[in-house]
T-cell receptor
């Protein structure tokens, strides 16, 4: 079956522009996570969804970052007024209950 | 709070060498422990897991034992191959019903022929 799908795979944007990153989780997975992977920093938790609600947004770095999930499926991570320090690989993962996470291949964001 | 510390990389080994990647953790309660692997250009994949003390997770020749007394979950493989070249992440989930996975910073392994 299909795994977690993220798009685009690569995104280059100019500083100050807004970007949207999309995640299609595995069908039926109720939990969805966004992580950020920066060089030398490991994986940084951003936000967690259970269904369409986000009980934990504590990892979002600033109010320029937001995320939503609709229909208990697709999620979009939006970064407004991008800065160079936002450059990273953004990873999405999904799971059912407390089973291990299934990750997508990520979106590599480069802010110039 | 919860945290995972793993050995700094990069690690470079010759083919058929023995591999150990150290991982220690800090957590309240009884966490589950995981090793994830990220091959070049791919997403993270679960490599193995252990859910309670003294459990041994194993997969693809890799093993890790959950040691509560030393709060460790070291990854080992007896004979590495070039195809094992990847970044390895140790992770924990704090306890039953918990949703968040805390990751270490990753250890890059390069295996040369």
């Amino acid at each position: 079956g299909a795994g977690v799908s993220q798009s685009p795979s690569n995104k280059v944007t100019e500083k100050g522009k807004d970007v949207e990153l999309r995640c299609d989780p595995i069908s039926g997975h109720t939990a969805l996570y966004w992580y950020r992977q920066s060089l030398g920093q490991g994986l940084e938790f951003l936000i967690y969804f259970q269904g369409n609600s986000a009980p934990d947004k504590s990892g979002l770095p600033s109010d320029r970052f937001s995320a939503e999930r609709t229909g208990g499926s697709v999620s979009t991570l939006t970064i407004q007024r991008t800065q160079q320090e936002d450059s990273a690989v953004y990873l999405c993962a999904s799971t059912l209950d407390a089973l291990p996470l299934h990750f997508g291949n990520g979106t590599r964001l480069t802010v110039t | 709070g919860n945290s995972v510390t793993q050995m700094e990389g990069p690690v470079t080994l010759s083919e058929e060498a023995f591999l150990t990647i150290n991982c220690t953790y800090t957590a309240t309660g009884y966490p589950s422990l995981f090793w994830y692997v990220q091959y070049p250009g791919e997403g993270l994949q679960l490599l193995l897991k252990a859910t309670k003390a003294d459990d041994k997770g194993s997969n693809k020749g890799f093993e890790a034992t959950y040691r509560k007394e030393t709060t460790s979950f070291h990854l080992e493989k007896g004979s590495v191959q070039v195809s094992d070249s990847a970044v390895y992440f140790c992770a924990l989930r704090p306890g039953a019903g918990s949703y968040q996975l805390t990751f270490g910073k990753g250890t890059k392994l390069s295996v040369i022929p």
